[in-house]
């Protein structure tokens, strides 16, 4: 089974507009942690935000918050206030507790102007 | 300066060479990291290491021989370079003591012809 699946192959949103990137993940271990990356055409991996499996919160970092449903095990990330720089293609991760990491196959979002 | 460097950025090289890719790391972490990206297929785990004398096998290692040479560096060598090896190839490292996020290297785009 797909440790991470990502529904969304390809995502467009109006610039100012807020979006959301569906994650779901498969885990039986108790401590794990969720993350995900942005990878603009250039090539590089950028970390974004994390949320850990005992986090009582939703994380938040500025613009990006990780709307976390435990129960149905998903990890979406909400983006708001879309920039045209936002373009780009977001990976979602999981580390399980023996501290492998395993990836999705991303989805492109293209802010529209 | 960047903290996770990668050498080289590019490289064409023919079927049947053998090559090595390159990772330093400036984070003073113990945790490091290879994966390959393709498209269509996200990042997939090549090997990883926890610390000088400890190497694994991730998801895809066929073909595929590490060393840390290190704690600040881990190569990645293919001993027989095939055209399927075609692929973005990233460094990660990660801190034991914070495992909220891995770190990633600029990336290596190989060409096997």
């Known amino acids: 089974a797909q440790k991470i699946t990502q529904t969304q192959p390809g995502m467009f949103v109006q610039e100012k507009e807020a979006v959301t990137l569906d994650c779901t993940y498969d885990?039986?271990?108790?401590?794990?942690?969720l993350f995900w990356y942005k990878q603009p055409s250039s090539g590089e991996m950028i970390f974004l935000i994390y949320?850990?499996?005992?986090?009582?919160q939703n994380a938040t970092e500025g613009r990006y918050s990780l709307n976390f449903q435990k129960a149905r095990k998903s990890a979406n990330l909400v983006i708001s206030a879309s920039q045209l720089g936002d373009s780009a293609m977001y990976f979602c991760?999981?580390?399980?507790?023996?501290?492998?990491?395993?990836f999705g196959t991303g989805t492109s979002l293209t802010v529209i102007p | 300066d960047a903290d996770v460097t990668q050498t080289p950025r590019n490289r064409i090289t023919k079927t049947g060479k053998r090559i090595m890719l390159e990772c330093s790391q400036t984070?003073?972490?113990?945790?490091m990291y290879w994966y390959r990206q393709d498209p269509g297929l996200g990042l997939r785990l090549i090997y990883y290491?926890?610390?000088?004398?400890?190497?694994n096998k991730g998801e895809i290692s066929d073909g595929y021989s590490v060393s840390r040479q290190a704690q600040a560096k881990f190569s990645l060598s293919l001993e027989s370079a095939i055209p399927n090896q075609t692929a973005l190839y990233f460094c990660?490292?990660?801190?034991?003591?914070?495992?909220?996020?891995?770190?990633f290297g600029p990336g290596t785009r190989l060409l096997v012809l």
């Open positions: 991760a999981m580390r399980e507790d023996i501290n492998q990491f395993y």
């Open positions: 984070k003073g972490h113990d945790r």
């Open positions: 290491s926890f610390d000088v004398k400890d190497i």
């Open positions: 885990t039986s271990d108790p401590s794990y942690g």
């Open positions: 990660a490292t990660s801190d034991t003591n914070n495992q909220e996020t891995q770190y």
């Open positions: 949320q850990g499996s005992y986090d009582q």
